[in-house]
């Protein structure tokens, strides 16, 4: 009986280890089967996350953009940012700057390495500092600078106070030459000539040793070493005529008083200018060559040196009309002297306010084509006359409006026109050298604005030549504008856009 009990009890404890012994294998089998699932299930999340293309995930950041704003986005940002960090990523794969496309160990097991896209890590950076950057955008909305194409433009009321420094003074006036008012009443004027300042060239002379006047005893000799003769005495004819200083070849001719040659005589004279080196542009001869070009008559400008007046024929303006303008003509030469051919006036933006060709009073002797540009067949269709120009000219020139021109004293004694408030380029932008020398308007358009006039075949335009002085004037206020800001000429905006010149045929 008693072995049959112990017997019992043994099967009970060997079943019970059995039983035991089973539950823990079975235990580590599912253990191992559960981590494996676990492992799986992470290896097919990171394949999904680098398969998924980047348009989506930025859609996804935009449209979480657009819903979220404020902290609720900053909330929204980090999430999703936890969602996809998982332990091991962030043990092993931290600071890769792109996808993790490939993940391998080294041959010794040590160490691991991986490999990542850097476009898809750059796009999603730079679209990271985007998002990071634009509520700071928000608060600072860039301003844009005026594009070129709409520069900021003075004012007429402006640039009429930047020209006040500017305008020439009744003494400055004088002694450039301007046609000042001697009688209110019948608008007489006079004008003073200043000589010329390039030398002029001693005259050719031939000496005759068998002259009379060399021959001792001979009628011609007083026999004290005169040299000659009694001085003629004035006839009749020479009573009513008048000399005159020839402007192209510097010989005196002799005129009558109704503007008729006494003698016609060929000039012959050069028409260039003369270099710092005394010679001649025309054909580089030097100072007091003969002439290279041949004319059929004498001409004179119409002045002397010294004062000229009183002066007939002058006309004013009676009432202020404001405005600024750019006026210059051109001229031939007539019997009395220089006459006005060719007048053009611009307004200060650059629009054409006036052009008109204009008949001499008197006959034309040399049209002076190759500078004036006036050719014959311009003046046979002018039908203005001066008084017509002047009438026109006072329709919108006023006793306070700024006329600027250059060498603008010409231009005003050809028009026969009084004038007090005026800006010239020559005093604006003096020479060098100081008075009497004057800078050419071609040189300083050329020099200034980087543009060449009067060097056309067809002589001058008297619209180019007004336009040219207007610029340089506004290059002048562009300039103090820029010192009075303290600003860069470069990073001022422009005055005034021109358009294209207009047709000066």
Not at 264 to 280: A, I, K, P, Q, T
Not at 384 to 403: A, E, H, P
Request: net charge positive; glycine share 8%.
């Amino acid at each position: 009986m008693g072995d049959f009990y112990a017997g019992q009890n043994t099967n009970v404890f060997l079943i019970g280890g059995i039983t035991f012994f089973f539950c823990v294998i079975l235990h580590f089998v599912y253990k191992i089967a559960f981590k494996s699932k676990e492992k799986e299930a992470l290896q097919n999340e990171i394949e999904s996350d680098s398969g998924a293309p980047v348009e989506e995930v930025h859609s996804d950041v935009t449209t979480t953009e657009t819903r979220i704003s404020g902290k609720s986005k900053k909330r929204a940002t980090w999430k999703g940012k936890t969602e996809f960090s998982h332990p091991w990523l962030l043990k092993n794969l931290k600071g890769h700057p792109g996808t993790v496309l490939l993940v391998d160990f080294s041959a010794n097991g040590k160490f691991m390495a991986a490999t990542c896209d850097e476009t898809l890590a750059s796009v999603d950076s730079a679209s990271t500092a985007a998002r990071r950057r634009k509520p700071r955008d928000r608060r600072r909305p860039p301003t844009s600078p005026p594009t070129p194409s709409t520069p900021s433009r003075i004012t007429t009321a402006e640039l009429v106070e930047a020209l006040k420094p500017h305008l020439l003074t009744p003494k400055s006036m004088w002694t450039l030459g301007y046609p000042l008012e001697l009688d209110p009443v019948s608008s007489k004027a006079v004008v003073y000539i200043n000589p010329p300042p390039r030398p002029r060239p001693l005259p050719a002379t031939t000496w005759d040793v068998n002259a009379p006047e060399f021959v001792p005893g001979s009628q011609g000799d007083s026999g004290r070493g005169s040299l000659g003769s009694t001085p003629p005495s004035d006839s009749d004819e020479e009573a009513d005529t008048v000399e005159h200083l020839c402007v192209r070849c510097d010989k005196k001719f002799r005129m009558s008083r109704d503007g008729e040659y006494v003698k016609e005589e060929s000039c012959l004279y050069h028409w260039g200018r003369v270099s710092v080196d005394y010679r001649l542009s025309c054909c580089n001869s030097p100072l007091g060559a003969s002439g290279c070009t041949s004319a059929r008559f004498h001409v004179w400008n119409g002045t002397r040196p010294g004062m000229n007046g009183p002066l007939e024929g002058y006309v004013r303006a009676r009432s202020p009309r404001g405005g600024v303008y750019a006026i210059d003509t051109e001229m031939c030469y007539t019997a009395a002297g220089l006459e006005l051919a060719s007048v053009a006036v611009i307004a200060a933006d650059g629009r054409l306010v006036y052009k008109s060709l204009v008949k001499p009073s008197s006959p034309v002797v040399d049209h002076n084509t190759r500078f004036s540009g006036i050719k014959p067949r311009d003046l046979a269709r002018a039908t203005k006359t001066l008084r017509d120009v002047q009438n026109d000219i006072l329709g919108f020139v006023g006793t306070d409006t700024i006329l600027i021109g250059h060498a603008l004293e010409n231009d005003l004694r050809a028009l026969k026109l009084l004038h007090g408030v005026v800006v010239d380029t020559c005093a604006l932008y003096p020479h060098a050298r100081g008075f009497p020398m004057r800078r050419s308007l071609r040189a300083l358009s050329e020099e200034l604005l980087g543009r060449i006039v009067q060097r056309g075949s067809n002589g001058h335009s008297p619209l180019e030549d007004a336009r040219a002085a207007m610029d340089l004037v506004l290059l002048k206020v562009h300039e103090e504008r820029a010192m009075a800001h303290r600003l860069r000429v470069s990073n001022l905006p422009m005055l005034q856009p021109y358009d294209p010149l207009i047709s000066a045929a």
